[in-house]
């Protein structure tokens, strides 16, 4: 889980740190731990979401800093404890850990959102109509967008372009999304790279089997929403960048 590997980042960056999964568990833990400061991530299971979380965390310990993460822009929900004086930092993922581990050493507040440098996506998908319109949402949310056609377009620009991310469709006039992921993952200069196959055709339980036999990070079916499928992307992004920065790995 992210909030596992975080833990064993911030440990390894000299920091006592301790892991918790939802917004009570945290809140609790906080009375125990007296953090100097809180990373909370936005999203939490039913109950106190992270800036609820947060702000009962801040109102026992007023000194602690509050560094919010999240996988949309969290403008809107933020803007009334905004008027209540709560001045948290928030950042929206996938942010670098080391540009983590940075904001955590720093001791400005500032709120911050979505500073952080866009990743690159590479969207595949050979009708027109449905690569533009993916682009466009993936493009309006801070995302650098490139685009391919077929198999062989794709694995041309992933070596590149390496782009963080690929949407890649398993339906290809050449080669089939499957065998693409396959063949990203045999070579060195991709295989890191994530991909989530998309497909409006196979919902079934073997296609998404076989999709995550040969080394996909998702496997998302038509209709989409832009929403959810900008909050997914940002989360996977959030874990690889975690993973390869993890003390283990």
Do not use: W
Not at 70 to 81: D, H, I, K, R, V
Not at 150 to 157: I, P, Q, R, S, V
Not at 192 to 200: E, K, L, M, P
């Amino acid at each position: 889980m992210i909030a596992d590997t975080l833990e064993a980042i911030l440990g390894h960056a000299g920091y006592k740190a301790r892991a918790t999964y939802s917004g009570e568990e945290g809140v609790a833990l906080a009375r125990t731990f007296r953090p100097d400061v809180v990373i909370a991530d936005y999203h939490m299971p039913p109950g106190l979401n992270g800036i609820e979380a947060s702000v009962a965390i801040k109102k026992m310990f007023p000194g602690v800093r509050i560094i919010m993460l999240s996988g949309q822009m969290l403008g809107e929900e933020f803007a009334p404890f905004r008027l209540k004086g709560f001045n948290f930092l928030l950042l929206s993922k996938p942010i670098h850990p080391g540009d983590l581990v940075d904001k955590v050493r720093c001791e400005d507040v500032v709120i911050d959102e979505s500073v952080n440098k866009q990743p690159r996506i590479l969207n595949v998908d050979d009708v027109e109509q449905h690569r533009y319109s993916i682009s466009r949402v993936l493009a309006r949310a801070g995302f650098e967008v490139s685009e391919a056609e077929t198999g062989k377009e794709a694995l041309t620009k992933a070596l590149e372009i390496q782009p963080d991310l690929i949407l890649l469709d398993i339906h290809l006039p050449d080669v089939n999304g499957y065998d693409v992921c396959k063949e990203l993952r045999r070579m060195p200069e991709t295989a890191r790279i994530a991909v989530v196959h998309i497909t409006a055709s196979d919902k079934s339980a073997e296609a998404a089997m076989r999709s995550a036999n040969v080394g996909a990070d998702e496997y998302l079916t038509h209709p989409i929403v832009p929403k959810r499928l900008v909050h997914r992307i940002r989360e996977l992004l959030q874990m690889k960048y975690l993973e390869s920065d993890s003390p283990s790995s």
